[in-house]
């Protein structure tokens, strides 16, 4: 599941990021007390993730091809694939929830966006078990259950999402038609500035989904030690992600609000929060890594407990 979830992440980031960046936007116009462009700003991005998903399914055999590159066994190249194909024919979730999350993001109300996903996130556990092992009147479907869970689940973390924006006072105000109208000039503006930072994630989970489809040729213990390492590692990157986030947020709505100083401060806060909060989880990195390490190690497998941590460790 992890070398072909991060490729398929990898070919879907540019476009999560570009149409998050509508997010911005949105935080920029909340400082400059202008809600009717923050709800235009979201939707811009809206169309931009919608207007992404053909060019999300035109590099399935981009993907396929670089699964067969990185010389898996052929069992496990099989169930790669399928995970693969089932998250890229639904990618489009990814970035419609990256937009729709930038308005309630940029408006500083992120317990929306939380509350969401943590429903989101619920119910892919929930679904998992139902479908991976076959429980509750579901069939058994193994690692294809497991893609089907992760769309439904981002599925609905939209659909909650959408269904508050539309109850948003400025959006009943300006009145759907009104509200779902493209602005060319403000497309072009978050695809400009959005652009840089989608090809700056790219480059970012590209290295990593390299680094994992290469490690499968080094051997069955290599890759299940270098699969439950990384995703170990969301400990560690997935808060610096909602500290990069909030930090963005209230520099744009500081700039909207012509408060450069403030801005500035921000920025700098999120960075000394990130610092520090990667020092506690590092310790317990070096620490205590065979409890990590426990929580992933597969029962059936042809090596031992010993042999695993002696690798994952480093």
Known sequence: ALPAGVLAHTLICFFQAVTGYAGTFTAH???AKDPAQCVRATVQGLWLALASWPLILLQIPLGIWLMRLSGHAPDVLAAEKTYFLI????GVTVPLN???GG?????????????????GCSLNVVLNYAMIFGHWGCPEMG????????LISGAITCLIQLALFSRERPVR?????????????LLRRIVRFGTPSGLQ?????GSFAAFIMLTGRMGEVALAASNIAFSINNLAFAPLLGFGLAASTLVGQHQGACHPEAAERAGYTGLKMGLVYMCVIGFTFVLFPKGYFELFRPKDAGFSAEELLALGRT
């Open 173 to 185: 105000l300006i009145g759907f038609p009104a509200v779902l109208k493209p602005d060319g000039a």
């Open 103 to 119: 308005y309630f993001m940029g408006i500083g109300r992120t317990m929306v966006n939380m509350a969401a996903n943590a429903l």
């Open 29 to 31: 116009y909340h400082g």
């Open 98 to 100: 990256s937009a729709i």
């Open 201 to 205: 994630l790219l480059m970012d989970v």
């Open 143 to 150: 690692i294809e259950g497991a893609a089907y869970a992760t």
């Open 87 to 90: 998250l890229m024919a639904g």
